[in-house]
């Protein structure tokens, strides 16, 4: 079987560092040449909560789109997601883009509607695979993001996975917090 690139968005409100590095640390046992985005900050949207971290992850899966979707609750599930005496939420990953795949899938639509509606995952699109085409809004990102309208609080926070800073000096000096 080919390898199918694959767009993920990852959030967390809650011991947000530990829970994202914890994601990341997954999914690179799960997918190919994964890349990640950098790192924001955003007030909590459409949850009550404390304020998120948000990134995008890039890569490449085997796996036909409703396995990785279920690995990926998996993921969430090992992190606290369900737990019932939770606080906030530990992990949240979503499917972003499967390929260009466009439709619905046993409750899950791609390419998320959220592409086109939050920040904090346009923006993290945007710098990560800027080239990569919206395959209903037939534009990249990139323009996109430039022509987005979208009014929401965000601001890339520096954080590290591993050794690896996500999120440049340049974006972090150029959008002081």
């Known amino acids: 079987m080919s390898l199918i690139p694959v767009l993920l968005g990852l959030g967390s409100n809650a011991s947000r560092e530990k829970n994202l590095v914890a994601g990341l640390d997954a999914l690179a046992d799960l997918l190919s040449r994964m890349r990640c985005s950098a790192v924001f900050e955003s007030v909590a949207v459409g949850y009550k909560g404390d304020n998120f971290y948000n990134l995008v992850a890039a890569g490449e899966t085997d796996l036909p789109l409703m396995e ?4 990926l609750k998996f993921i969430e599930a090992d992190n606290g997601r369900y737990a019932p005496d939770r606080k906030g939420l530990p992990l949240d990953i979503d499917v972003l883009m499967y390929d260009q795949l466009v ?5 899950l639509e791609l390419p998320r509607p959220e592409i086109l509606r ?5 923006w993290p699109l945007a710098l990560l695979v800027p080239d990569v085409r919206h395959p209903l809004a037939n534009a990249c990102f990139a323009s996109l993001w430039e022509e987005s309208r979208i009014q929401q609080q965000l601001w890339p926070v520096s954080f590290r996975w591993h050794d690896l800073e996500l999120t440049p000096s340049a974006l972090l000096q150029a ?3």
């Open 103 to 107: 439709g619905n899938f046993h409750g």
């Open 68 to 71: 990785l979707d279920r690995r």
């Open 118 to 122: 939050n920040a904090f995952v346009l």
């Open 175 to 177: 959008h002081p917090r």
